[in-house]
């Protein structure tokens, strides 16, 4: 199911990014284990009962010289267009300023539902322009500390009280991969080649102005849905180049895929972008493919120092497959769509518990874990609790012996003996009286 949006806005200063920060904690990372994902993000998928939502945060508001910096003035429209519910933040202890004004002129012109949130509220002190800030003519207003941590609850319960209950399972049977990674890495000529190398393209289901474009096409007499971000053109080139929108696209196209295909442009080489995207994907748990386009050569050794590049630059990605193609001279399409059902089919994979314990006692015995303070850990029993992705459940004498390296090390013998290409896995340590 497609996720709401809420936005977080308003002038410098406010507390948007302690508000944020406190907000997208609230949420359960559905690989609560892996390392390396970045925090530092201007999104984030948000947990909150049975709801989910995508958060964005945008840069704070500020009339200089009577004109609006235009930069901000984008990223704010941004927030405007891409939001269902928009948290307009204000410090009730200073008095309406112009950039208040502004921005409320441009809510009220929006017709989105905005809550006003009077942020810091410490004392009684803090209220002081409270009232003030009614004259801006909005229905919903509520107080809070971000940083004290008051009035959280109450403000996730006024965001999602009109959401729909999230529903982790679609009707939709058929496979869905999006395309996924910068601008101008050639997303848009990729969905074109792969279509045009099929050439039965079933339907164009346009969305809103907010969504991607799905398009049904049929591979080997089955239908599979191409989910294609760079479909948006509302706003010109000005919000292609912006990566906070293209990171929010991104992660709205992840929220529908099974598959997820990263485009690396082989000319431009790897960028902290791609990484920001590649923790994304982990985070949810997606298969992946990396298809490094614009590749038009047939030099065995430039590949080869590529590949060594892409393991270099992601490291905890070694089980995700690597395609070379180019789109626009349409080389190597035909290998993508075999690599997206692999990747499925692996990250749907049921393991019998009798060969997962074998597994995992072989490994035990060539590895036994170093003792800590007299006590060594106990490996019981594994179970397969889920897939896609599929997590693994540990029942242990004490899962605070797990150590990073072994929990690695424990990852491996089951990528070595399992396939599981293309798909993150979960490992969870429960002590056995947990059960």
């Known amino acids: 199911m497609k996720l709401k949006t809420v936005a977080l806005v308003g002038k410098p200063n406010v507390g948007k990014s302690t508000l944020f920060n406190k907000l997208a904690h609230a949420k359960i990372s559905i690989i609560e284990d892996t390392p390396g994902v970045t925090r530092d993000r201007i999104y984030a998928e948000v947990n909150y009962l049975d709801y989910k939502f995508n958060l964005i945060d945008t840069g704070g508001i500020d009339l200089s010289e009577g004109q609006f910096n235009d930069l901000i003035e984008v990223q704010v429209n941004i927030a405007i267009d891409e939001a269902d519910v928009i948290v307009f933040l204000v410090d009730s202890k200073e008095s309406i300023t112009a950039n208040d004004k502004y921005l409320a002129n441009m809510l009220h012109k929006s017709n989105k539902r905005v809550i006003v949130a009077f942020n810091k509220i410490d004392n009684k002190e803090s209220l002081i322009h409270k009232f003030d800030y009614y004259e801006l003519g909005f229905e919903e207003y509520i107080e809070i500390s971000a940083e004290h941590n008051v009035g959280i609850i109450e403000l996730l319960d006024l965001i999602v009280k009109d959401f729909p209950k999230y529903l982790k399972q679609e009707d939709d049977k058929r496979i869905k991969f999006s395309l996924i990674g910068r601008p101008n890495v050639g997303k848009s000529s990729l969905v074109n080649a792969i279509l045009g190398s099929d050439k039965l393209i079933v339907s164009d289901v346009a969305g809103t102005t907010r969504d991607a474009v799905d398009t049904v096409f049929k591979y080997n007499d089955k239908e599979y849905v191409v989910i294609d971000t760079a479909g948006i053109r509302k706003r010109g080139k000005i919000y292609e180049n912006i990566e906070k929108y293209s990171l929010l696209r991104s992660l709205k196209a992840m929220d529908r895929s099974d598959v997820c295909l990263l485009l690396i442009d082989y000319q431009d080489g790897i960028k902290e972008y791609d990484k920001h995207i590649v923790g994304m994907s982990l985070e949810k748990g997606k298969a992946l493919v990396i298809i490094v386009n614009k590749y038009d050569e047939n030099n065995e050794e430039k590949k080869k120092e590529f590949i060594k590049l892409i ?40 393991v019998q518990t009798s060969v997962l314990n074998e597994i995992i006692e072989e490994a035990y015995n060539l590895n036994i874990p170093p003792s800590y303070k007299g006590k060594r850990l106990k490996i019981y029993y594994v179970v397969e ?44 340590f429960k002590n056995r009286s947990e059960k």
């Open 385 to 428: 609790e889920d897939i896609m992705p599929p997590k693994f459940v540990f029942y242990v004498n004490n899962k605070n012996l797990v150590h990073f390296s072994y929990y690695r090390y424990l990852e491996n013998k089951l990528r070595e003996n399992i396939e599981l290409t293309g798909t993150p896995i979960i490992l969870k």
């Open 311 to 350: 393991r270099a630059e992601f490291q905890f990605l070694t089980y995700v497959p690597i395609v070379f193609v180019s789109a626009l001279y349409k080389k190597r399409i035909h290998l993508i769509m075999p690599e997206i059902l692999k990747v499925y089919e692996n990250a749907n994979r049921k």
